[in-house]
């Protein structure tokens, strides 16, 4: 009888050692998921404001060549605080379309502007026009100005807007076609890096020269 005792008041301490153990782990597991509840609570809160920059940043495969430290004049940072005219003569693929501006004495007219778009040809882009052409167009002020402002349109077209049709500084109309992230201007000029933000312009850098209709 008295093993038996024994037996029945080890198996009793067993028992109550194992409830508290129990009640412990439940308290335990319960502050536990508290917090993991609360940092899931947090990513998903955080998530719209991490995606809403998104939106307005440029887009494009040809975006890579731009220089991505903020220091350098060609980079989107530097871009956007200085006016279209400068902002182009800092970016590394645009050497060309600087040079004409220049030539065409349009680059303070473009800083000057309240508000454009550039559709802005990148240096491969005027390197598909054959070297004894591109000269003489380069020595035509008349009508290197006339190619330049076709590629301006006086009012700011944000991705949602840039579908469709745009009466250009020179007087006629360029059509932009395409949705999202790809767009192509006239039917041949793929718009390669856009949303480019400068401090008057927003900027949409093209594969191909634009030519107006004559």
Same mark, same amino acid.
């Given at each position: 009888?008295?093993a038996f005792?024994?037996v029945?008041v /080890?198996?009793?301490a067993?028992f109550a050692?194992?409830? &508290?153990?129990?009640?412990?782990s439940?308290?335990d597991?319960?502050?536990? /998921?508290? #917090?993991a509840?609360?940092?899931?609570a947090? &990513?998903t !809160? ?7 920059? !998104?939106?307005d ?7 890579a060549?731009?220089p991505t430290? #903020?220091?350098? /004049?060609g980079s ?13 003569a ?6 060309? =379309?600087?040079t004409?501006a220049?030539q ?9 502007l ?5 559709f802005? #040809?990148t240096?491969?882009?005027f390197?598909k ?8 167009v ?5 009508? =290197?100005?006339g190619? =330049?402002?076709y590629?301006?349109?006086?009012e700011?077209?944000t ?9 250009? =500084? ?19 000029? !793929? ?8 401090a ?6 093209v594969?191909t020269v634009? !030519? #107006?209709?004559?």
């Amino acid at each position: 009888m008295r093993a038996f005792k024994l037996v029945a008041v /080890a198996a009793a301490a067993v028992f109550a050692l194992s409830a &508290t153990a129990a009640c412990g782990s439940s308290s335990d597991d319960k502050d536990t /998921a508290a #917090p993991a509840m609360t940092t899931g609570a947090a &990513t998903t !809160m955080a998530a719209p404001s991490s995606a809403a920059p !998104m939106s307005d940043a440029p887009f494009g495969a040809g975006c890579a060549a731009v220089p991505t430290d #903020p220091a350098n /004049a060609g980079s989107f940072t530097a871009m956007a605080k200085v006016p279209v005219g400068t902002a182009a003569a800092g970016n590394p693929v645009l050497k060309t =379309l600087v040079t004409a501006a220049k030539q065409a004495n349009l680059v303070d007219s473009l800083n000057t502007l309240p508000a454009a778009t550039v559709f802005a #040809p990148t240096d491969s882009a005027f390197a598909k026009i054959p070297a004894a052409d591109l000269q003489k167009v380069l020595a035509d002020n008349k009508t =290197l100005t006339g190619i =330049l402002t076709y590629h301006v349109v006086p009012e700011k077209l944000t991705p949602a807007q840039l579908a469709g049709s745009h009466k250009t =500084l020179q007087g006629t109309e360029l059509a932009v076609t395409g949705s999202g992230t790809s767009f192509t201007v006239n039917g041949a000029s !793929m718009v390669i890096c856009g949303n480019v933000q400068t401090a008057n312009a927003i900027v949409y850098i093209v594969d191909t020269v634009l !030519m #107006p209709k004559a």
